[in-house]
């Protein structure tokens, strides 16, 4: 199953309908428009073992998500900073309006990395400032358990999509209309970031379940292999709660993509992606794109480090070297059968679970 996802990865780099493009987090990427992967829940746990998952951190997301909460106060007191950049975003401006930080602000300057590490301290040590500027407005939270919308009388309606998920699967497990969807058009303007895994949908016989995901936007390197993992637990919350067995995950992309990095290192691979591809392609053997990347490193141009000393955002390196290596025995997820958000970090167990080490890279924002 890890093998989908390293020819989903050599796919972006070399084919003909990949383009290099700027992304809307001002790093260019390497981007390539509709895929498809499936994997079969019944083989195992498809976490990806070329490097090493930060499965805590998928699982208190999922958490999050499941109990309906819209603030990073959780994740950042659970050491989950995946949020963060995004909270500090969404609200820097106001933020800078009460004198808190500074106004103008440039994105991933010195000061705007120093600025965000003291916002995620203050989360973590400041109720009244977590509850304050910890809110991301609308995110998927809000659209899985609280739906808001209008009715025909002009009454408030709310929605609690992941909850009706279940009881249609418990009721009339065959319907083809469960659907969850996370782009609520109307919220989208307040959210900090607007939905990636825009909906999914259940399908079952009464006996056993497949869930389909669609994802616009596809972090190939950093968030998809959170993603797949994120959905296959999912996939087996689901299950358990309507009494079905999980047996496939299907993973449908709209735009996957390598950020590129900054500066002249990103006009580097738009420049010449062309030949970029062709070197790629050129690679039979897992090994030898170690030997692509050491040339590479000869004839890319300089890009600065990221935050703490971190590598920057040129992920395209990243996965090279992750291609580079062979995919491990698969694991298994164990799941306590309890209600969906009453759920905590404990009641998962990924058994078996190893991995090559962790290769890391920045998050664009």
Known sequence: MVQQYLEHCREILTSPY?????????????????????????????????KQLALKSVIHELIWFMRGETNIK?????????????????????MAAEGIFPAGLVKYSPEWVDALAEYGQRVQEGEEFALRWGELGPVYGA?????????????????????????????????????????????????????CHVMFQANSDGEILDVQMYQRSCDQFLGVPFNIASYAMLTQVIAQQ??????????????????????????WYKENLSRFKELVASVSEPLDYLNLLSELKLILPFEP?????????????????????EPL????????????????????????????????????V
Not at 23 to 50: H, M
Not at 242 to 267: I, K, N, Q
Not at 353 to 358: A, D, E, G, V
Request: net charge neutral; aromatic share 10%; hydrophobic share 35%.
């Open 18 to 50: 990949s383009v290099v493009k700027g992304g809307s987090k001002e790093v260019p990427l390497i981007s390539l428009f509709g895929y498809q992967n499936e994997y079969d829940l019944r083989d195992g746990f498809p976490a990806v073992t070329t």
């Open 74 to 94: 959780y994740l950042v007191d659970n050491k989950v900073p995946i949020w963060t950049r995004d909270g500090f975003n969404h609200n820097l401006e106001a």
């Open 143 to 195: 659209q899985w358990r609280n739906w808001k919308s209008v009715g025909e009388n002009g009454e408030a309606i709310h929605v609690d999509q992941f909850a009706k998920v279940i009881e249609t699967l418990r009721k009339k497990p065959t319907s083809k209309k469960i659907i969850l969807n996370s782009w609520n058009a109307g919220d989208l303007s307040r959210m900090a970031l607007e939905p």
């Open 242 to 267: 309507a009494d079905l067995v999980p047996r496939r995950f299907v993973h449908t992309f709209g735009d996957s993509h390598f950020y590129c990095g900054t500066g002249e290192r990103g006009e």
């Open 305 to 325: 480090e990221g935050e703490r000393g971190m590598k920057g955002y040129d992920h395209v390196t990243a996965i090279l070297e992750q291609m580079a290596r």
């Open 329 to 364: 025995t698969l694991s298994r997820m164990e799941i306590a059968n309890k209600p969906f958000d009453e759920l905590t970090i404990d009641d998962f167990n990924l058994k078996g679970y190893k991995s090559h080490p962790p290769i890391r890279r920045q998050m664009a």
